[in-house]
Every structure is written in structure tokens, then in C-alpha cells.
């Protein structure tokens, strides 16, 4: 098992808040930064994590505490070693502004493989075909797509009109999506 955390906090100074701001904006997401750990983690407890930062300079391991209100998690049912053992393996390599500018702004797909941005990083290491197109609101998509989502508000019980019947005779069930890992 392994955990992504998606980033949707606040920055400690102007700076990383203008830069959080600006990857969510270009991005049309809630996220600014995904990390990869190894195994199950707990919102509000600390882990130890894998991705590449601008803040840290590129790839790297950090203790980080999740909080809750700065994190989103998503377990993944993978093997975490290897996942795990393809970001150690390039701990020091420097973080790619350019990977951004021109995969993400600009949709040039340019991957240099010294350099890794987080969401390309982390979908690299789960095997993931052209990585350096993710953003960290793609991962997400990627990740979650065809998990059950919460019931209709005002529900409860996951039914239109709240009585445990759905008139519309079942939920349409969407296809699987291929495994990760």
C-alpha cells in the first residue's frame, strides 16, 4: 500500500503561498503539490515522504506532518518498495522549472530526466506513460477515478429522495479503470 498527499494548504511565507496560488490557478485545481509514502498514512501524524520540491531545491525525503487541513490522502494498492526505491534512487536530482513551464503551461510534454517537478515524480514511479503531462490535480483524477464518491447531500444513505430506494432502479456503474502497479 502506498499513500499520495495532495496539498491544498496555505504557504508559510508570500512567496510559496504566490507560487501554491499560481500552480492551482494554471492548473484549475485545489492542488499545488503531491507527496508519495510508502505504506498507510494518517492525517495529523507525521510520515515520511517522497517527491521533488522547489521549496527543497528538487528530490528529496522529508518528515512532513499531514494536517488535515493542508492535505487530502489517497491510498493506492501498490507495492511500495519499488515505487518507493525509483524516488530514492534520484534523491538529489534538481527540482524542473522548466518541466513545468513547458509541460504544464505551455502542454509541451519536455521531461529531462535530471530534473522531476512532484507530480511528475510520484506518477513516474507508479508507472505511469508520459508523467511529465501530470499535474498534481491529474494524479488526483487519475488515482480516484471510479471510487465511489460520498452520497447526495442531504441524504445519508446514498439515494435520490433519502428512503434507501433508488428510483432510477441502481446506480450506473461505471467501467473499471486499468491497475496501477
Known sequence: MITLAFYKGRGSSWGHRFQDWLIRFATRSPYSHVELIEGTAVLGEEALC??????DGGVRDKRIVLKPESWDL?????????????IRERIGAKYDYLGILFSQIFALARHDERKWFCSEIC???L????????????????????RPGPPPAGT??????????????????????????
Open 74 to 86: 489517497v491510498e493506492i494498492a501498490s507495492d511500495p518498495r519499488g515505487v518507493g526505491s525509483f
Open 123 to 125: 506518477a513516474a514511479a
Open 50 to 55: 517522497l517527491s521533488s520540491s522547489g521549496r
Open 127 to 146: 508507472g505511469m506513460a508520459n508523467a511529465q503531462r501530470m499535474s498534481p490535480q491529474a494524479l488526483f483524477d487519475v488515482v480516484t477515478w471510479n
Open 156 to 181: 445519508g444513505d446514498g439515494t435520490v429522495d433519502g428512503t434507501g430506494d433508488d428510483p432510477q432502479g441502481g446506480r450506473e456503474e461505471r467501467p473499471k479503470p486499468p491497475r496501477i502497479g
